[in-house]
């Protein structure tokens, strides 16, 4: 898959508590993305980064951060989880942005109670 | 408002039939597009894409087609075989929006065989 791994790869956690889901890849490339996948939505972009500390919002960011100290590492952080939010987090990443092919990780399923 | 859909969610075919997946755009301002593949518990895998500037895009055993005129993409998969049952999304993005690339909900391809 790529060289991208998310953790973890369930959770369940209460409303109210943060959550903070990793993604890890070994390819050095540039930009990295989250997704959050729902039924009838498709995938929908919360956060990107276009390098180490550079990152902007998506389309559903609110209630959402990330951070990217290293290349390898992109975090996204619910700084306080609500049944909303349930849903299953996907990372990709790509070498030139979202207009070039795109790698997928194996997603996150999230229950938020 | 601008969205990217499907026209069918779900489509069954025979193994060895050929398949066509559709999908419909409505932001003129899109200038690439992308097919992905996802299987059930996996991460989207990208399968093929195209550019504005062209009309058709062959790979293995896939085509995809792009008629601008009445914004519309579609997918043919060739002598269907039972991997190819997925969850097939097109997604769409533009030159002044290349980080945000806009997936559609989805169309489930079954083959029976």
């Known amino acids: 898959d790529a060289g991208i791994t998310q953790s973890p790869r369930h959770k369940v956690t209460e409303t109210g508590t943060p959550v903070t889901l990793r993604c890890h890849q070994t390819?050095?490339?540039?930009?990295m993305y989250w997704y959050r996948q729902d039924p009838g939505h498709g995938l929908r972009l919360i956060h990107y980064?276009?390098?180490?500390?550079?990152?902007d919002k998506g389309e559903v960011s609110d209630g959402y951060s990330v951070s990217r100290s290293k290349t390898e590492d992109f975090l996204l952080t619910l700084e306080s989880a609500t049944s909303s939010q349930t849903s299953v987090y996907f990372c990709?990443?790509?070498?030139?942005?979202?207009?070039?092919?795109?790698?997928f990780g194996q997603g996150t399923r999230l229950t938020v109670v | 408002g601008e969205s990217v859909g499907l026209h069918l969610p779900t489509l069954s075919v025979q193994e060895g039939d050929n398949s066509i997946i559709n999908c419909a755009y409505s932001?003129?301002?899109?200038?690439?597009f992308i097919w992905y593949k996802q299987e059930s518990g996996k991460g989207p895998q990208f399968i093929i894409d195209?550019?504005?500037?062209?009309d058709k895009r062959q790979g293995q055993r896939v085509t995809v087609l792009l008629n601008k005129t009445v914004k519309h993409l579609s997918l043919q998969i060739a002598a269907t075989q039972p991997g190819d049952s997925a969850v097939y999304f097109c997604?769409?993005?533009?030159?002044?929006?290349?980080?945000?690339?806009?997936f559609g909900a989805g169309t489930r391809l079954t083959v029976k065989p």
């Open positions: 990709a990443i790509s070498v030139r942005g979202m207009n070039t092919e795109a790698f």
């Open positions: 390819e050095n490339h540039r930009y």
């Open positions: 980064s276009y390098g180490v500390k550079d990152t």
């Open positions: 932001n003129s301002a899109s200038d690439y």
């Open positions: 195209i550019r504005s500037n062209m």
């Open positions: 997604a769409e993005t533009g030159l002044l929006a290349n980080n945000d690339m806009r």
